[in-house]
T-cell receptor, first 114, second 114 residues
Framework: KAGVTQTPRYLIKTRGQQVTLSCSPISGHRSVSWYQQTPGQGLQFLFE???????NKGNFPGRFSGRQFSNSRSEMNVSTLELGDSALYLCASSLAGQGGSGYTFGSGTRLTVV | AQSVTQPDIHITVSEGASLELRCNYSYGATPYLFWYVQSPGQGLQLLLK??????LVQGIKGFEAEFKRSQSSFNLRKPSVHWSDAAEYFC????????????FGTGTLLAVQP
């Protein structure tokens, strides 16, 4: 079965712009969570959606937002981009609502803010 | 609060040698534990996971890990390293009964010498 699909793979944006990233989970998976990976901060949890509801949120400013659609596909949006938002953004797909169902990651979206 | 410590930032081993990557976690209840591998510019690939039961877990690519509750450790091992194992390895934890929020260690970068 198809894995987790993230689009686009690469993005270059200018400071002050906004960006939308997309994640299509594995078919049948209802949970999608997002992570930011940077050399300085490592892998940090952004938020998690389950059945179109945000259930958990990390310590990121309100410029970072997300949503999930009825088909479980998820988008995250970053407004008013800053240089420090340059990172690899990863999404993880999970079958159910708890850690025991495991997580499958996509290949990520590499965002560069100039 | 949950946390994961990977004390070795960088490890170099010779091809064919054995490998052990250390991981210590902090969590008040029973954790779910994971090891992921990441090649440059790629997403995270699951090597193995521990949910319950046998404390010695077998994974893909010949890796195994042992859960030791008394030491709060989940070390990753491989008896004979191949050049293709060069990558970054991440240990992660999520709490049983908690919503999906992986807490990652800072990673261990593995280099393999010919």
């Amino acid at each position: 079965k198809a894995g987790v699909t993230q689009t686009p793979r690469y993005l270059i944006k200018t400071r002050g712009q906004q960006v939308t990233l997309s994640c299509s989970p594995i078919s049948g998976h209802r949970s999608v969570s997002w992570y930011q990976q940077t050399p300085g901060q490592g892998l940090q949890f952004l938020f998690e959606y389950f059945s179109e509801t945000q259930r958990n949120k990390g310590n990121f400013p309100g410029r970072f937002s997300g949503r999930q659609f009825s088909n479980s596909r998820s988008e995250m949006n970053v407004s008013t981009l800053e240089l420090g938002d340059s990172a690899l953004y990863l999404c993880a797909s999970s079958l159910a609502g708890q850690g025991g169902s495991g997580y499958t990651f996509g290949s990520g979206t590499r965002l560069t803010v100039v | 609060a949950q946390s994961v410590t990977q004390p070795d930032i960088h490890i170099t081993v010779s091809e064919g040698a054995s490998l052990e990557l250390r991981c210590n976690y902090s969590y008040g209840a029973t954790p779910y534990l994971f090891w992921y591998v990441q090649s440059p510019g790629q997403g995270l690939q699951l090597l193995l996971k521990y949910f319950s039961g046998d404390t010695l877990v077998q994974g893909i690519k010949g890796f195994e890990a042992e859960f030791k509750r008394s030491q709060s450790s989940f070390n990753l091992r491989k008896p004979s390293v191949h050049w293709s194992d060069a990558a970054e390895y991440f240990c992660a934890v999520v709490g049983v009964g908690a919503t999906n929020k992986l807490i990652f260690g800072t990673g261990t970068l593995l280099a393999v010498q010919p």
